[in-house]
């Protein structure tokens, strides 16, 4: 169980703006550790990053990113529950807990069918999996001290169940690929107290019909994943506004789409919506370019002053 104290810490730690990358996975050891260290010195308190099906391992890489920076706080976003055992997740966690204490939050999430076949695992009944995992993970025990902060642990929520099991056992949830409503549904399903950190993407700097491609181009991958089409379908959104790379309706709620005074006035959007803190992905030209030029102007733009 949680209290509102450890929520607050979290809160504080991650502040009300950080990044969201993919950009990560493609990039060497020695030039990850330059980039993060320049996202650290922009002033970004927090740093999001994935576990796909061909991702850095999670923990190697949250490691990586901590060891490479003095201040910024690694975040899963997620670590998938298919890829380990509970008892392997949690005792990872720890191990980051104490080794850098305050400084990690492990996002986990169920993930989707399609990485659970080909992981050769079933994918069923999320949430009941969520929370037998869960329980599994505060069985585990280990020979190791106990840390000198707790592990903070947030679950990647889109659905009512999932956000309510996210607000009963652990600090919050990590929601992406949604809009400013989803972001009022999401707080008043969570009620006031658990963290909501929210991921947004968005295109900054390109021309319009450029940045709209990419836009699509992202939109049309994760439509294609049911967790993500009927999420957008909760909402009120048509079939034909998730059909294939989504509608004009849909492109416009789900992106900031501009320069930086846009990401920043979407972020405040979902922070006055109920978010304590709003994830920048942005999408560059290149697929494993971290947008750093681009993210020293959101950092201008929307971190506060």
């Known amino acids: 169980m949680t209290s509102r104290e450890e929520r607050d810490a979290l809160r504080a730690a991650i502040g009300p703006v950080g990044v969201w990358t993919f950009a990560l996975d493609g990039l060497s050891a020695e030039a990850e550790r330059r980039a993060v260290r320049e996202i650290e010195v922009m002033g970004f308190p927090a740093l999001w990053v994935p576990e796909g099906l061909r991702s850095k391992e999670i923990f190697a890489h949250l490691s990586l990113v901590l060891s490479s920076t003095e201040r910024l706080v690694a975040c899963s976003g997620i ?13 990872g966690a720890r191990v980051l807990a104490d080794a850098y204490p305050g400084r990690s939050v492990l996002g986990i999430g169920v993930g989707h069918g399609y990485q659970a076949e080909r992981r050769g695992v079933p994918y069923e009944r999320p ?53 400013v409503e989803h972001t009022e549904r999401a707080r008043r ?10 991921e947004l993407t968005a295109v900054v700097g390109a021309e319009r019909g450029e940045a709209l491609a990419r ?9 294609s994943l049911p967790n993500y089409a009927n999420n957008w379908r909760r909402l ?13 309706r849909l ?55």
């Not at 670590?79 to 380990?84: G, V, W």
């Not at 037998?132 to 001290?145: C, D, F, I, K, V």
């Open 236 to 248: 009120g959104y048509s079939e034909g506004d998730v059909a294939g790379s989504g509608s004009d």
């Open 79 to 91: 670590a998938n529950i298919q890829a380990r055992h509970p008892f392997t997740m949690a005792l």
């Open 127 to 179: 949430r009941a999996r969520m929370r037998a995992y869960l329980e599994a993970m505060a069985r585990a025990g280990s020979t190791a001290p106990e840390p000198a902060g707790p592990v903070r642990l947030v679950l990647a929520a889109l659905g009512d169940r999932m956000l309510e099991l996210a607000a009963e056992r652990t600090l919050g949830a990590h929601t992406y690929f949604v809009p």
């Open 215 to 223: 836009a699509r181009r992202f939109a049309g991958e994760y439509l």
């Open 251 to 305: 492109i416009e709620a789900a992106f900031a789409i501009g320069g930086a005074d846009a990401v920043a006035a979407r972020v405040r959007e979902h922070l006055e919506a109920g978010a304590d803190h709003v994830a920048v992905q942005l999408l560059s030209a290149e697929e494993f370019d971290p947008g750093l030029e681009a993210l020293r102007g959101v950092a201008s733009a929307a971190l506060p002053r």
């Open 189 to 198: 399903v969570l009620g006031p107290e658990p963290v909501l950190a929210v």
